[in-house]
């Protein structure tokens, strides 16, 4: 390994050419031998310059704590949420002073080092040449970049640290901050490593422009930034009263009232068998939806308009003396994700299976064959409600947008890819299809 490279292996921490501190400082002291000041043994590079063009767009990943000043230690001064995007102000730089002695002369970067001279690796810069870093060296009050030539002798020996003065710089604080700033005025300091960077987006290097953060993700909101946030939350651990399904008539849906609404939930989609009880009682002459040669009976029924899902509670309602109608938007989110969407699904994070019986099973379109499947194939959720993730999307009772003259359709279907699960959308009065369905509310 020439010396080069033994020098960037040897480099325990990269730091970013933009540099810029603000805040409050503790007194320095200067290290011996003409060395750099340091703060409790650590190097603080200041009003340092974006060199190339940009600077980063930085979104926590986590709920990261603020502090008034890049230390551990300092004093917590606001927190950002989880997926909440933030103002970037600048970038901070921590690391212990290298020392080395000459024990070549020579001349870098415009200084001239005689044998005996005590110099410091203090920073590194963002240029790479065959991605090896080149150090920032530090000798009586002057920086320069020392670079090997290819081949050439030992001119600096350094004292590397070892990995136990590593690991205590670490948890000093060494590495580099991020200063940021939130939507409601909180400034502070965090580590980089709490934020995903975008880098080209100039128009962010200015510290007095606000990024709002996202608002409250709505339960049928899938958006990747929605999907992230709930994909990083911890599970909520709540029980709730065992299901008691019952039926106002011998093949009228099964029904579960959910905790503390005022209305009952189909445990199931609405099936083909349903569906066919409700054309023979003369409810449902509308249409004459197609099974797709997948088979009738305990399937959810398919191929419905929106009319048609209508007619059929209408019936329901006159056969049994009840008010049935098709669910609103927050009646839906709040029987399919019992006490709210915190996670991506009502079991939880886990991708979904095909597997029949499985916690978190869902038809969707990984399953093969893609197809419905029977209602109930996986297990429910904790208010005993089926398949409200996959297997057919279900006609909502209110509008997808007020005015625009489509109505909501939930839940996903068979056909739907992972990343639209749990989803919503809308269809026209005309609309129908062999992933689309229906679920019925009772009121009390």
Request: with cysteine.
């Amino acid at each position: 390994m020439n010396a080069r490279l033994a020098l960037a292996a040897a480099l325990v921490f990269l730091v970013s050419a933009c540099a810029q501190i603000s805040g409050a400082r503790q007194p320095q002291e200067f290290l011996p031998d003409g060395g750099p000041p340091v703060v409790n043994g650590f190097y603080e590079p200041v009003d340092n310059t974006c060199s190339n063009g940009g600077c980063p767009d930085v979104r926590a990943d986590s709920a990261v704590e603020l502090r008034d000043r890049p230390h551990p230690d300092a004093a917590v001064v606001g927190s950002v949420i989880s997926g909440e995007w933030v103002a970037w102000v600048g970038n901070y730089y921590r690391m212990r002073p290298t020392r080395g002695v000459v024990v070549r002369a020579r001349e870098a970067g415009g200084v001239r080092l005689a044998v005996g001279d005590v110099v410091y690796i203090v920073d590194t810069r963002s240029e790479y040449y065959e991605e090896d870093p080149i150090p920032t060296s530090w000798f009586r009050g002057q920086t320069f970049y020392f670079e090997p030539d290819e081949g050439e002798a030992e001119v600096i020996r350094w004292d590397w640290p070892n990995e136990a003065q590593r690991d205590a710089d670490y948890a000093a604080g060494a590495g580099e901050w991020f200063e940021v700033r939130r939507a409601n005025g909180e400034r502070g300091f965090a580590l980089k490593d709490k934020f995903s960077c975008w880098w080209g987006r100039d128009d962010q290097c200015d510290p007095e422009r606000i990024i709002p953060p996202p608002s409250d993700c709505p339960d049928y909101d899938i958006s990747w930034e929605c999907q992230g946030r709930r994909g990083r939350a911890e599970p909520a651990i709540a029980s709730y009263p065992t299901p008691q399904p019952f039926r106002d008539c011998a093949n009228c849906p099964s029904m579960v009232w959910i905790p503390e609404q005022a209305f009952a939930a189909g445990q199931y989609e609405v099936t083909f068998a349903e569906w066919d009880a409700c054309v023979a009682g003369g409810g449902c002459t509308g249409s004459t939806p197609s099974d797709e040669g997948w088979g009738r009976g305990n399937r959810p029924v398919i191929g419905v308009r929106w009319a048609d899902a209508q007619a059929y509670v209408q019936w329901l309602s006159a056969r049994t003396g009840q008010r049935y109608r098709l669910l609103t938007t927050d009646e839906w989110v709040a029987a399919a994700f019992p006490g709210g969407r915190r996670q991506n699904y009502s079991w939880g994070n886990e991708e979904p299976v095909c597997d029949p019986g499985a916690r978190n099973g869902a038809a969707y379109n990984a399953c093969m064959p893609q197809r419905t499947m029977p209602v109930g194939s996986f297990q429910p959720n904790a208010y005993g409600l089926y398949d409200t993730i996959g297997n057919v999307g279900e006609w909502l009772q209110d509008p997808y947008e007020p005015g625009d003259g489509r109505h909501a359709i939930i839940g996903s279907s068979w056909a739907s890819g992972l990343g639209a699960l749990g989803g919503r959308g809308g269809g026209s009065d005309t609309d129908f299809g062999a992933d689309t369905g229906f679920r019925v509310a009772r009121e009390r």
